[in-house]
């Protein structure tokens, strides 16, 4: 058997042990995501996130900021992936909303819907709650009950321009007219830039 040579014996210790020594762990690679989605540097966040995952794959944040990181970057279906995964891991309301406002961008709106619903404790005191949940109603065709939702992201936020446009669109499909134009003119006010075409289209 051939002897291992001392000048390689010191490589090894020069060169080898420090680089081991220096790699990244899980929670620091997370950690340079982080740092990089506040800087908006979106794709080399999922790089950093995907090492993460593949350092500690029982971690259910790491899943949830790539999958947040992955929604930036308009990719919704895998966004959804990653949200479900860390959903797997730990059930969080958290989650569950950002994953409803995914699914709605890809036009599942029915799954989204149970996602917000899932979410309600969570997220019940805030308008965008509301607002996502009645957007689900209004194209699953549930006019009224995307009213209410609206009412209620109103109620809460009495300048939320776009949950005036979108309630007066559902009171047109039902046949309030009236009421909807009162919402347009509102949403005018607030400085929609859609109000206007809608209010010449049904108001005058």
């Given at each position: ?7 390689l014996v010191v490589l090894l210790f020069v060169y080898v042990i420090p ?13 340079a995501g982080l740092q990089k989605i506040n800087t908006k540097d979106y ?126 669109v559902a009171k047109i499909d039902i046949g309030q007219n009236a009421s ?25």
């Amino acid at each position: 058997m051939k002897k291992i040579s001392p000048f390689l014996v010191v490589l090894l210790f020069v060169y080898v042990i420090p680089i081991s020594g220096c790699s990244q762990s899980a929670k620091e690679f997370s950690i340079a995501g982080l740092q990089k989605i506040n800087t908006k540097d979106y794709t080399n966040a999922v790089v950093d996130f995907d090492n993460a995952v593949k350092l500690d794959s029982t971690n259910d944040t790491y899943y949830y900021y790539r999958g947040l990181v992955k929604a930036l970057l308009k990719d919704y279906k895998d966004a959804i992936l990653d949200y479900s995964k860390s959903l797997s891991l730990k059930p969080n309301e958290k989650v569950n909303y950002m994953r409803g406002i995914a699914k709605i961008e890809t036009k599942d709106y029915a799954s989204a819907l149970d996602d917000f619903n899932a979410s309600f404790d969570l997220k019940k005191d805030e308008p965008g709650f509301y607002y996502f949940r009645g957007n689900c109603k209004f194209h699953l065709k549930n006019m009224q009950g995307s009213i209410e939702d609206y009412d209620k992201a109103i109620e809460l936020n009495k300048d939320y321009a776009k949950a005036y446009v979108v309630r007066a669109v559902a009171k047109i499909d039902i046949g309030q007219n009236a009421s909807a134009c009162e919402d347009l003119q509102k949403a005018k006010q607030l400085n929609d830039d859609t109000a206007e075409e809608l209010i010449k289209k049904y108001c005058q």
